[in-house]
């Protein structure tokens, strides 16, 4: 499962509901809140409609440098250069690739393999229990599961010297790879994007644009309350990226029968 810090569904209410928002929210769990809502279209479809998604991977920095080690150490800090280096590499996902070695079940011939990702990059680093993280933030129209998790290990792989630089371009050609799954933990879905629902009706008064401005400190808010507290244990307690470093520096990238 994924954490999501801003989700849309779309549904019918009766005009009668009064205070629908606080009603709602009544009956869910205190994790999980309505924020707001908006008038749309007939037929309107929060899955269809939505033309880009944003996604966070939050992780401890000491997996992104050979001299992080592969545990959390309050000690270190990311390199400056390994920063820009981390940034180089994920650069490369920009743009339309054939993402078939990013997911399970799908040829290099299958069309629905190319996705495309309109940018990602990694955020400046943070500290937390005095442990040091950061998150890699990526946007793209649409993702294959478990696609995000493997496009971070890849990564990781390349900045802390496991495999050559030249495995990135090869894993999006026709030949077969076995990229495992980065841990689940730190994958969070930030925002869900109505571009073009909201260009089509901007100027038509019954519909409200589908933006996340005006919920962004509740969103925050909630990411410190209810999200980053599991991250952090699973981290700092659990050691989720200490255990999977350990069985990621042993992995055969070329052994396609894994």
Not at 28 to 33: A, G, K, V
Request: net charge neutral.
């Amino acid at each position: 499962s994924v954490s999501a810090l801003a989700q849309v569904v779309s549904l019918k209410l009766f005009n009668s509901c009064t205070n629908p928002i606080e009603k709602i929210n009544s009956y869910l769990p205190p994790e999980i809140r309505v924020l707001g809502i908006n008038r749309v279209t007939n037929g309107f479809s929060a899955k269809d409609k939505c033309n880009a998604r944003t996604y966070s991977y939050t992780l401890p920095t000491f997996a992104l440098s050979r001299s992080g080690g592969v545990s959390p150490d309050s000690s270190f800090r990311l390199p400056r250069e390994d920063f820009h280096v981390i940034n180089e590499l994920l650069s490369f996902y920009k743009g339309t690739r054939n993402f078939h070695n990013f997911t399970k079940f799908k040829l290099a011939t299958d069309k629905s393999a190319h996705r495309h990702i309109m940018d990602v990059c990694c955020s400046e680093p943070f500290l937390h229990h005095g442990v040091e993280f950061t998150r890699i933030l990526v946007k793209g129209h649409s993702f294959m599961q478990h696609q995000i998790r493997k496009m971070v290990c890849l990564v990781i792989a390349v900045a802390r010297g496991l495999v050559s630089p030249d495995l990135l371009p090869h894993s999006v050609q026709m030949d077969k790879i076995n990229i495992p799954r980065a841990p689940g933990l730190g994958l969070v879905l930030e925002f869900t994007h109505f571009d073009y629902y909201n260009q089509c009706f901007h100027d038509r008064t019954l519909h409200d644009p589908i933006t996340w401005e005006e919920f962004l400190p509740v969103r925050e808010a909630i990411r410190e309350e209810k999200i980053m507290p599991a991250i952090i244990e699973g981290e700092l307690n659990d050691l989720s990226m200490c255990h999977w470093l350990q069985k990621l520096c042993t992995h055969d990238f070329m052994n396609v029968a894994n």
